[in-house]
């Protein structure tokens, strides 16, 4: 694999001739993996669409973390929980969409430790603040260049 593009704040994925589909992401000092399952790739690696919930599941633990923590709330374990799937436009009473498919994540958030109702629901209010889940829920500009 070559790399391009290097620097912090810089992701570059690339094939890595082992298989079909196997990628190798940098992103910064680390390297991981990327695949699709068995029979269509080798499934070296999570989905892209594992990566993207994993990158949100993450940012909302982390996010969740940091509040309990500045607050010093006695919150011991944050486990997020997410699924990815394709609904109907015309089944999502909320989306503006009406036509085609859109694209749907359940999230769960477990919360442990001695934490009262209203820090629950705080904590689960912080989770909707996460950077991640605020990029995927606005607009999103990208734009692309060939190299």
Same mark, same amino acid.
């Given at each position: ?20 589909? =196997?990628?190798?992401?940098t ?8 695949? *699709? &399952?068995?029979p269509?790739g080798?499934?070296?690696?999570? =989905?892209? %669409? ?8 993450? /940012? ?6 940091? %509040? ?5 709330w006695?919150?011991?374990?944050? *486990?997020?929980?997410?699924?990815h ?7 999502c009473?909320? /989306? ?13 958030i ?17 989770? *909707?603040? /996460? &950077? ?16």
């Amino acid at each position: 694999m070559t790399t391009s593009v290097t620097g912090e704040g810089i992701v570059t994925v690339g094939e890595t001739g082992a298989g079909t589909y =196997t990628q190798q992401i940098t992103a910064g000092q680390h390297r991981l993996f990327a695949d *699709e &399952p068995l029979p269509i790739g080798d499934d070296a690696g999570p =989905t892209p %669409y594992d990566l993207l919930l994993a990158g949100l599941g993450a /940012c909302t633990s982390m996010t969740v973390r940091m %509040y309990a923590n500045k607050k010093g709330w006695p919150l011991e374990r944050v *486990e997020v929980s997410l699924r990815h799937t394709r609904i109907h436009a015309e089944d999502c009473a909320e /989306c503006e969409t009406e036509k085609g498919f859109i694209s749907h994540i359940d999230r769960s958030i477990t919360l442990v430790g001695d934490l009262d109702d209203d820090q629950r629901e705080r904590l689960l209010a912080i989770a *909707e603040r /996460c &950077p991640v889940h605020q990029t995927l829920t606005s607009e999103i500009d990208i734009s692309t260049s060939l190299v």
